[in-house]
């Protein structure tokens, strides 16, 4: 009910500026001035908040999210470029790509400050397990932090320049994108070993899986291609193409679709994850880096880096999909 709430908060309050009406065309129904190049966003469900990472300003933006305003600016380190959440304990984990180490928030407020490995780019959070997964591009590793105590567990050792990552929520896995391999990697956590690999397009970035861990998204930044990989059958069963420079996708089961932003492009692709095919493309903004989805499916959230914003945009006037 919470979540519901807070879309609808998000979309009225959107309505009553525009005079009562919702663009149809895919325009954003609301945007939000954080810092200087947000390269980064994500979303904390229970406190409400989004976190902006802003890339020049080398801080981080907290959001309230029923008011859609600013409510706190952060210090990081140096260049926040990938924000996750810790969906049990509510921490937010902000990789600063250009200072080597990972800063901790909960809510407003700084809880630690991790070193890790060199360039990190990339976050993925296993709640249940309570680990933290950093991809480290300048030095081919990943850090395992264990998210009880802030301290390094160990390394992931062996991969190729990794941007992108994805765990699964049980199974103990993770996807790494390989960027200067063209591949994606499957990892053993407990063994922190690569097990398997796939070849996908040219230099894989961001990476989504589904739910239900059937289904891996990876967005080929040199390819303006989304490749989209069976896990089961460990083999990519569509390639759609996107925008220019895509760098992130994120993905809707609400909705049944995926959300690629184009960097080039300043463009949105929308994708129909049953028939994995493009649907619409839709201005996002100058420049958008990330993207998120609301966990209740009503709202999308992109980076706009080059306006300085986060764009709010209702999915039923983006384009219409299946129903909830």
């Excluded at 739910?211 to 080929?220: D, I, S, T, W």
Aim: hydrophobic share 45%; net charge negative; proline share 5%.
């Amino acid at each position: 009910m919470k979540l519901t709430i807070l879309a609808v908060l998000v979309l009225a309050c959107a309505a009553c500026a525009s005079g009562g009406e919702n663009p149809p065309d895919g325009t954003p129904i609301r945007s939000i001035a954080v810092g200087s190049k947000p390269w980064a966003v994500a979303v904390d469900a229970e406190r409400r908040l989004l976190y902006a990472g802003n890339e020049f300003d080398n801080t981080v933006s907290v959001v309230d999210l029923e008011t859609a305003k600013a409510i706190a600016t952060v210090p990081s380190g140096t260049g926040p470029v990938a924000i996750a959440v810790n969906s049990a304990t509510g921490l937010a984990y902000v990789a600063n790509a250009f200072s080597d180490e990972v800063t901790v928030l909960d809510g407003a407020e700084v809880a630690a400050t991790i070193a890790v490995g060199v360039q990190p780019w990339d976050i993925a959070v296993d709640a249940a397990a309570n680990r933290i997964y950093i991809a480290n591009s300048g030095d081919d590793t990943v850090s395992v932090i264990d998210g009880a105590s802030n301290q390094e567990l160990g390394t992931v050792e062996g991969l190729h320049e990794p941007w992108g990552l994805a765990v699964a929520d049980e199974g103990g896995t993770l996807y790494v994108a390989n960027a200067a391999t063209d591949e994606v990697v499957t990892v053993d956590t407990e063994k922190r070993e690569v097990i398997a690999s796939i070849a996908v397009g040219e230099r894989p970035r961001g990476l989504a899986l589904d739910e239900a861990g059937q289904r891996l998204y990876v967005v080929n930044s040199e390819d303006a291609a989304l490749s989209v990989i069976s896990i089961p059958d460990w083999a990519v069963i569509e390639t759609v193409a996107v925008g220019l420079a895509p760098l992130a996708v994120a993905l809707n089961p609400v909705r049944q679709q995926a959300y690629v932003v184009n960097s080039l492009n300043d463009s949105m692709t929308v994708i129909d994850t049953v028939a994995n095919q493009a649907i619409a493309t839709v201005p996002s903004g100058g420049k958008p880096w990330d993207v998120t989805v609301s966990p209740d499916g009503a709202a999308i959230y992109v980076a706009a880096s080059a306006s300085g914003e986060i764009r709010i945009f209702g999915v039923d006037e983006l384009i219409a999909g299946p129903s909830p």
